[in-house]
């Protein structure tokens, strides 16, 4: 059955067309039959990817690049002075720049790592020891400078609610190799939810069966995932036949039904779940030796330790897509003031887990098939308008994103793009969002131009107008 739309479409060129829909129309239905019963079915990469799986870390609220990965000696030579206005730069930022200001020097001393001699700030001395298996992209432009559109921009490619999220989109190119999991998982932060909420692991317009599954934080990640007591696994496996049937019978009476298709892969997911999930998530039964590596032995890195080794047994299961979130509420890491006080806890929480799921995912041979990549929604200003605090913070900048990758095909030890000497945005040319996004989907093996979708009479894609994968950083 055709839409008045896709009717439209496909006859353009004359209704001559009509009889090869004939033709064509029973293997149509077999293959839409064929993703119907099972929307996760692995599917091939567009072409040869060594990550066969992604983890994408989320650090919500704009991680200070200036105190992090980027080092900036004219920070401290003018310190507590009037920032240069900041040229080829609107709105914000402009306005920011060139009102009464003072430039902030990072309180923490940098040096150089590793044999890349990568210069990292002290705040991240668990991940500096990693830093020849990272490439990192530095002067990456994001279309917002507020917090909820430019998490959509990151998190989706668009700025705006309704579009699929990344997670989505890897996942309807690729499906899962793990029937009895979902292909798209999220771990959110246990303080709270994400600006965005769903939207930012939706499905958007793409079928409901890609949207990210949310796992909560505790000793009960998934909900209701115990049968019901006194209830036998055939008596469910007979109540969820019939609810199947009734659904099947609503469903082949009416078109576009892909919710409802969703909707009855879901229960058949969640019954082989009750079989699959409980083993994922006890994670009592590792080695005191892997715990350590994680963090969960201190109270401050536990929580995301939990997080980064929950993900780690997730890929090592199939799970096509793994989201991280942190931060939430007042603990995001978008610290206007006190940024002295702040930013050391937000990396200390985050710090020693990332390193342990590298290097544990390193040892167990998983790195290179697994793409991991940290991300935040925007870079931060190197001077604070408030001239009067004694705790002063930065503010937001949507030109000085930092991204870095590893593992799944990267280069390790590179690096593409630079900031100014003050890390406002890009000493040369910018690099657009979009751009990122290409080399995610290239380095899964997804051509970012044959990943579309057909919606509201337009092919959509992750990147849009298209954008460059970044050659620099593949291996």
């Known amino acids: 059955m055709h839409t008045r739309r896709q009717f439209l479409f496909d006859s353009y060129l004359g209704l001559g067309s009509l009889a090869l829909f004939d033709l064509l129309g029973a293997e149509a239905n077999q293959a839409a039959t064929s993703v119907s019963a099972n929307p996760l079915s692995p599917r091939p990469q567009h072409h040869p990817a060594l990550a066969k799986n992604c983890i994408f870390l989320f650090m919500e609220g704009g991680v200070s690049q200036m105190d992090t990965f980027e ?3 004219a920070l401290w030579k003018y310190a507590g002075q009037q920032m240069p206005q900041a040229a080829r730069t609107v709105g914000e930022i402009a306005t920011f720049s060139a009102a009464p200001n003072r430039i902030i020097p990072p309180s923490w001393q940098f040096k150089q790592r590793g044999r890349s001699g990568r210069w990292m700030s002290e705040l991240l001395p668990n991940l500096a020891r990693c830093v020849d298996d990272l490439a990192f992209i530095h002067g990456i432009k994001v279309d917002n400078n507020n917090h909820g559109p430019a998490v959509y921009h990151t998190l989706t490619g668009s700025q705006f609610p309704g579009s699929a999220s990344i997670g989505a989109w890897v996942t309807y ?152 979130l942190h931060g939430a509420g007042g603990d995001r ?87 100014d000497d003050f890390s406002v945005r890009a000493a040369a040319e910018e690099i657009p969002l979009r751009d990122v996004h290409a080399t995610l989907l290239h380095l899964m093996g997804l051509n970012q131009e044959r990943l579309n979708f057909l919606h509201a009479g337009r092919y959509k894609k992750l990147t849009d107008i298209g954008g460059r994968v970044i050659q620099e950083i593949l291996g």
């Open 71 to 73: 080092y900036k000696p």
């Open 173 to 324: 190119g690729l499906g899962s190799e793990n029937r009895d999991l979902p292909g798209f998982i999220v771990l959110g932060d246990r303080r709270g939810a994400t600006i965005g909420g769903a939207g930012v692991w939706g499905n958007g317009f793409l079928p409901a069966a890609y949207q990210g599954t949310l796992f909560r934080n505790g000793d009960t990640p998934i909900v209701d995932l115990k049968r019901p007591a006194g209830k036998t696994e055939q008596q469910q496996r007979s109540e969820l036949d019939l609810l199947s049937w009734f659904n099947s019978q609503h469903r082949d009476a009416r078109q576009n039904t892909a919710e409802l298709d969703a909707r009855i892969a879901a229960y058949e997911l969640a019954f082989r779940m009750q079989s699959q999930a409980p083993e994922l998530v006890e994670i009592s039964r590792e080695s005191e030796v892997t715990k350590k590596l994680y963090g969960l032995d201190d109270p401050l890195t536990e929580p995301f330790g939990k997080q980064c080794l929950l993900a780690r047994r997730m890929v090592e299961r199939g799970v096509r897509f793994v989201k991280l």
């Open 333 to 419: 890491w978008d610290d206007h003031g006190a940024i002295h006080d702040r930013l050391p806890i937000h990396c200390r929480e985050v710090d020693k887990p990332i390193a342990g799921l590298l290097q544990d995912l390193k040892s167990r041979g998983l790195l290179d098939q697994t793409l991991v990549v940290w991300a935040s929604e925007m870079g931060r200003t190197p001077f604070d308008n408030n001239l009067t605090t004694d705790k002063p913070g930065r503010d937001h900048n949507q030109y000085g994103l930092v991204v870095w990758m590893a593992g799944g095909g990267i280069r390790a030890g590179s690096t593409f793009g630079e900031t």
